[in-house]
């Protein structure tokens, strides 16, 4: 619990821009997560999901968050390192 509250109360999150960006993250993985399940139910009942293609499924869709976040969001980051607002308007 008292990382937590360091991690709350580092300087950088006092700003409205943090905040929003860690509400922003918090709410994806969130709906991710409610999601998920509901996913595996449709794709079950429309395409007759079995176990292993439901495992194929998620495995491509962690390996594309996985590509997406080394191969486009790193060099994005790098690119617009000295103003990061045209970053979050692109």
């Not at 950088?12 to 905040?19: E, I, P, S």
């Not at 993250?25 to 999601?35: E, K, N, P």
């Amino acid at each position: 619990a008292s990382e937590l509250v360091g991690f709350i109360t580092l300087p950088v999150l006092q700003k409205r821009g943090a905040q929003l960006l860690m509400a922003m993250r918090l709410l994806m993985a969130l709906a991710f997560h409610m999601f998920a399940p509901v996913w595996q139910v449709s794709v079950k009942k429309r395409f007759a999901f079995g176990p292993r293609d439901h495992a194929t499924l998620m495995g491509v869709v962690g390996l594309t968050y996985a590509l997406s976040q080394g191969l486009i969001a790193k060099p994005l980051v790098r690119r617009f390192r000295g103003n990061p607002g045209k970053l979050l308007l692109s």
